[in-house]
């Protein structure tokens, strides 16, 4: 990007995930000490506080004070005006100032005026005023119904295998030298790139399996340059790894404590060893039943729960119907009459009808095993979903 | 990385805000004293999370920051901005505060020692939470980090996967976890049951269907441990209310003390009692005559019965642990894995002629040395423990088995010997017959070999248990005058505790004048204390009129209408929703 912006009044980069948006836009304005003013939009999630923040920022820009008083700012038009006020008590009118934007899929929640007016602040302000949008969603989505001027869009590709390994390889620690953690990186983007190319999980991973890596070296069976010896210790760790690449199992600290203690990893559950949920008696033939209310169609009940059924004749409308599986099309609601008829029909004792089972029901709304479906003040009886897969109800009907 | 750490919960969630509060007073006097407790339903969106958060943090009353229908001319130093600046700089306002006090201020907390106490932010129930909400907080907290270090506890009651579904990866990589998981319910459940019933010094008991009650209530229903205790306040009322005897169910010295001043009507009231009908038959006609007539007999009697109960119950609560000790070592818990579930079986009937019972006996006698040796030593230490004299023989009997145990380790050496010579003989090379009687002989000698030592100690040992079991564990009915210290009346309980809301409704519309006289008690209720006129039988005229009104409206609205049966009995047209 070069410094003679003053052709474009708004400019748009997208990119993915850590390809480096933020990063190389704060660098470049901070190296080249241009003023510039560095906003978040999830941080102040108002139009107001959007709005009063970069007006803040602006007053502390290029003069050393650090007091800031408070500054009001309620529309766009208050902004424009003390906008202007701003530039010309900071003396700042020959150089381009940059209003930078982080995160700016948010603005589009805002109010519907935000974003055209950012797209023109050149124009309405008769400043010298660059806006950059920082986001990962292109701009086809951005592009608001009302029409507005279009920026120039700037796309961040991701990085390739080569300047991955040379990103990562600058993080080195001070006591080996580069070549080795050269190679190490080279082990460690063979073993992940196929599944996983977020630079920010890359350097977590290399972070945490470095030490691992380095015994060998540590307790004096090898030295730097036994890629071998590295290689056989380091796989079957890095293979385990590989199960739960984007998962936070277990926190950093957890790992380096237990790098250090020398345990066994299979001690140490993480997160997706908790998946049983403990609950009562009662509860769990509640969710069996929602789980069949749901799955089943409504004419199968009498056939699966009466004793006395009769036959079921096939019309010609189900033949047609029969190939779609329930499971594919997701839970359908179902009334809570037909729930409490199951539920009495699988209980093998009899269930008397207190109103802890219908506190059941409404707990097991909260935890979101169970979802309500409908509007709140429709007297005539709740109607629910069964949320939870067949795995977890195989699970909780042993 | 922001810092976060997990609790992982049971179901329960009624019991989770006393655990939530308990949890920020201790936080709050040792680490740190910035605590805020969030729930779910305050926090619809971001702007109401920081509210909250910065309300509970500041301790100060935040106007609602709506944009429609404020004066912006007046700026009132009340209202304060809520975004994560404000925040930042009331933290820094409030942590640089403690260099300028001088040190003879009182330190109230060890968080002073602290440059920078983390600021702590509990989600009371993270599954009711939107995702929006918690990924923008989430994000915006990370960028601050370095300015603000918070700290964030998530309470989850199903399973820790849920961080999963609810937080994108981007989120989660944010946050450093770490997983803490609290007592199963019915680990809380035991404990109570523990502290409650299996001690000698509370005298109320609850009887065996009760219990039984109260604990299907916990394990089929709720897993909920205050509705346990709710349940067993219950009990008590119940007991105390209804059982005119329950006076002497105190501390023992009380109770002798109250017995000795009894009125001729409670003495009455104790010759009724069924227990102690069995108690005046079994006596001598002389003594049975003194006991229905003489009151001062009677009161000297009761006080002897009493202090029977007493040490029969710290004898019980002894040998039952000493029970559970044994039965915890066999596979397959025949009595129970639990002690309350052994209670239930022994309070019921005599637990040595159950099924069960004959089954860990044999369970037992095959058991290893090892699992012998520990269970004595525990039961040694569990009758040491208990108060009184009664188990001091007991325990030499006990000590003097596990001496015997030792002494048997030195003496499997000499054992192994014949052993090993026996199998030197089969190894010797022979042919077809010789091999084959020689086989048929060792099996012989087997059969009728005499029990090892080993053996024989432990057969003992079992024994001893068992006549423990058989004197010590008899159950309370049999006991005279257990009725003042045991609640039985299941029924009562049950209907107070399963409530069953369309059996209540029905009822209450066949009859409209008991449910005109409770409207009437509601209202009045409501309106103040008017105590005169709550007094008078006759429902107030205005109430009446208000009364039909309501009635007619909710004909209107369709949920009720008149039936058949009389002019004034109305029934429910809905049954969705209860």
Known sequence: ILPCESDFPSIFIYGHTSSGKTYVMQTLLNTLQLPHVFVNCVEYFTSRLLLEEILMQLQSCCSEREQTSHVHCDTFNDFVRLFKQAVVSRELEDQTLYIVLDRAEQLREMEANILPAFLRLQELTDRNVTVVLLSEIVWELFRPSIGCFEPFTLYFPDYSIGHLQKILSQNHPPEYSADFYAAYINILLGVFYMVCRDLKELQHLAALNFSKYCEPVVRGEANERDTRKLWKNIEPHLKKAMHTVYLREISSSQWESLQRDDGEPGQLKGLSAHT??????????????????????????????????????????????????????????????????????????????????????????????????????????????????????????? | MASDQIRNKGVNVTDHDLTFRSLSEVLQNNITPYIALLEAKDCPGIKNLMQKLMGQLMNCYIDVDSSEDEDYVQVSHNRIRCSMTSLINWYE????????????????????????????????????????????????????????????????????????????????????????????????????????????????????????????????????????????????????????????????????????????????????????????ESQVSEKQIALLTVDTYLKEITQKLLEDLHVYHENYLSVLRCLHVFTSFLPKYPLGKQIRELYCACLENQVWETEEYESSLQLARMLNKSDLVTMLQQCVEIFVSSSGKEFDNTVEKLKEFLTQFQKLEEEAFQEQDVSVSSQKELQKK?????????????????????????????????????????????????????????????????????????????????????????????????????????????????????????????????????????????????????
């Open chain 1, 276 to 398: 049983h949920v403990e609950l009562p008696y009662y509860s769990k033939f509640l969710l069996i039943a929602a789980y069949l209310a749901s799955y089943n169609p409504v004419r199968t009940d009498k056939r699966f729960f009466l004793k006395h059924h009769g036959k079921i004749r096939k019309t010609n409308f189900m033949k047609k119907h029969e190939k779609t599986s329930n499971h594919l099309l997701g839970p359908k609601p179902f009334p809570l009459d037909r729930l409490l008829a199951i539920l009495y029909s699988i209980v093998d004792n009899r269930v008397a009808p207190t109103a802890n089972i219908f506190s059941q029901i409404t707990s097991l709304v909260t935890l979101q095993l169970l979802s309500m479906v409908g509007h709140n003040d429709q007297l005539d009886g709740p109607r629910y979903k069964c949320t939870v897969s067949l795995d977890f109800i195989r699970a909780i009907a042993r």
């Open chain 2, 93 to 280: 306002h409030v942590t640089k505060k403690p260099d300028s006090e001088t040190p003879s201020k009182k330190r109230t907390s060890s968080s002073r020692h602290w440059q920078s106490p983390p600021v702590v932010v509990v989600f009371k129930d993270m599954e009711s939470f939107s995702t929006k909400v918690l990924q923008d907080f989430i994000v915006i907290s990370s960028q601050h980090i370095h300015e603000l270090p918070l700290v964030l506890i998530f309470g989850i009651a199903t399973s820790p996967m849920i961080i999963h579904s609810l937080l994108p990866h981007f989120v989660s990589s944010l946050l450093c976890i770490e997983l803490f998981q609290s007592l199963s319910c019915k680990d809380h459940l035991s404990t109570i049951i523990d502290k409650l019933l299996l001690r000698a010094s509370f005298p109320f008991k609850l009887g065996e269907k009760v219990l039984q009650v109260l604990i299907n209530i916990f394990l089929y229903h709720d897993f909920s441990v205050q509705n346990f205790i709710k349940g067993f306040q219950l009990c008590i009322v119940e007991h105390f209310c209804s059982q005119p005897v329950s006076v002497l169910c105190c501390q023992l010295v009380d109770a002798k003390k109250r017995a000795d001043s009894l009125s001729h009507d409670q003495c009455e009231n104790i010759r009724k009692l069924p227990s102690f009908r069995r108690y005046v």
């Open chain 2, 430 to 578: 022979t042919d077809l017959y010789h091999l084959q009687k020689t086989l048929l002989e060792l099996k012989e000698s087997r059969r009728s070999k005499k029990l090892t030592k080993f053996e024989m100690l432990r057969f003992e040992v079992v024994d001893y248990i068992d006549s423990l079991v058989r004197n010590y564990l008899v159950p309370a009915n049999h006991k005279t005058l257990h009725e003042i210290m045991y609640f039985n009346t299941a029924s009562v309980l049950r209907e107070h505790l399963n409530a069953a809301p369309r059996i209540a409704l029905h009822t209450a519309l066949n009859n409209p004048y008991r449910y005109l006289k409770a409207f009437s008690t509601v209202v009045m209720g409501a309106e103040g204390p008017n105590a005169d006129a709550a007094s008078s039988d006759q429902v107030d005229d205005i109430i009446h009129a208000r009364f039909i009104r309501a009635v007619s409206e909710l004909e209107l609205l369709g949920f009720i209408k008149p039936s058949k049966q009389k002019t004034d009995h109305v029934a429910r047209l809905t049954w969705g929703g209860c």
